[in-house]
């Protein structure tokens, strides 16, 4: 079979592969269909980007496919082609083209870059600005753990875990640090991804600007673990009402006496978690916080949210999720039960 027969069978091949990369996007997690003003930027950057090399792949094989034909060998034709040595045109034009190019691509992308960076025109605003410039963006506080997300709210005095909370259509920064090992802050379809590192005077800063309501997925960008591919949370977009109906909630809900049903499960809760896990105004900071844990969507990042799923959780942490600092209690089938019963029960004030 000739050679060019063999190729041309890859052509399907390569053509379905495609087809079902095409089909990978999804919206709350994919980079190719932005619903934030700082995805859209990049994304812009992508099409560009690639829009130059289809050029440059297409003129390249067009000029490479004139010359083989031109000057292919011709049966009773031994001669030698003119052989030459330099043209000043050419090697004027194949200077020339690439600086071009690379300026097309190097000035939106040098522009989109200072755009994306948080500046202190915030603090500038507060000490000269007006009355709505001193209010400025809200501040989130986002601190990677190994494997988990902590959320805080410095302004409202919030702390939350695995969900973050955002106003749709406002900007939101964000500032980034790791209470372990580097890890990375990225949400795909809203902005870009940013180290958060380890210490106090390393702190990075971006800002958010989502388009859509909804719920979309973040994770974590950069090898921190045996659990790194498992480090998922959750972005709720929300309009500004509901955020700050939110936000009153988180405020307002205390650590109070259970009912009764479920108050075996508190205090098992109490004299196990409560030194690690806050809920309300009471409890540690040492895992994430479960206040309104009951709304959750996923157990530990991962698993759907159900009763079966947070006593896995609890029973065998490293098995759902290998290296992390979560104890094993080996409480027993009735602990797990109350337990359980009593997290589900973990919801905000009305």
């Not at 040595?85 to 989109?112: F, K, S, Y």
């Not at 025109?121 to 709505?132: L, N, P, Q, R, V």
């Not at 309501?213 to 659990?227: I, P």
């Amino acid at each position: 079979m000739k050679r060019w027969l063999r190729l041309g069978r890859l052509v399907p091949l390569f053509g379905i592969m495609m087809l079902g990369l095409i089909g990978c996007g999804n919206e709350q997690i994919s980079a190719l269909q932005p619903q934030g003003k700082g995805a859209s930027a990049l994304f812009d950057l992508m099409v560009l980007s690639l829009a130059i090399m289809v050029v440059v792949l297409v003129v390249v094989f067009i000029l490479f496919g004139y010359v083989l034909v031109k000057f292919r060998h011709r049966k009773g034709d031994d001669s030698i082609p003119e052989q030459v040595e330099g043209n000043h045109m050419l090697e004027v034009l194949w200077t020339a083209i690439p600086i071009v190019l690379l300026l097309v691509l190097a000035v939106p992308t040098v522009m989109t870059t200072f755009d994306l960076a948080v500046s202190e025109k915030s603090a500038e605003a507060t000490e000269d600005g007006g009355e709505e410039e001193k209010k400025g963006p809200m501040t989130i506080k986002v601190t990677g753990h190994q494997y988990w997300w902590e959320f805080e709210y410095p302004d409202q005095e919030v702390v939350t875990a695995q969900e973050l909370y955002l106003p749709v259509d406002e900007r939101v920064n964000i500032e980034l640090s790791s209470a372990d090992v580097i890890h990375s802050f990225w949400i795909p379809s809203i902005a870009g991804k940013m180290d958060t590192n380890p210490g106090d005077k390393l702190t990075n800063k971006m800002w958010l600007h989502p388009e859509k309501t909804g719920t979309f997925q973040g994770a974590c960008a950069e090898l921190c673990g045996d659990s790194h591919a498992l480090m998922y949370f959750k972005v709720k977009v929300v309009e500004r009402d509901e955020f700050d109906a939110w936000i009153e909630s988180m405020k307002n809900t205390k650590f109070d006496d259970a009912p009764s049903e479920v108050a075996q499960g508190q205090k098992i809760f109490e004299q196990n978690c409560l030194q690690c896990h806050a809920v309300g105004d009471k409890g540690g900071n040492v895992g994430p916080a479960l206040t309104g844990f009951a709304d959750n969507e996923k157990v530990a990042g991962i698993a759907d949210h159900n009763k079966d799923n947070i006593k896995k959780w609890i029973n065998d942490p490293q098995e759902m999720k290998p290296g992390n600092n979560m104890p094993d209690f080996n409480f027993n089938e009735e602990q797990l039960d109350a337990l359980a019963d009593y997290l589900m029960e973990l919801e905000t004030a009305e």
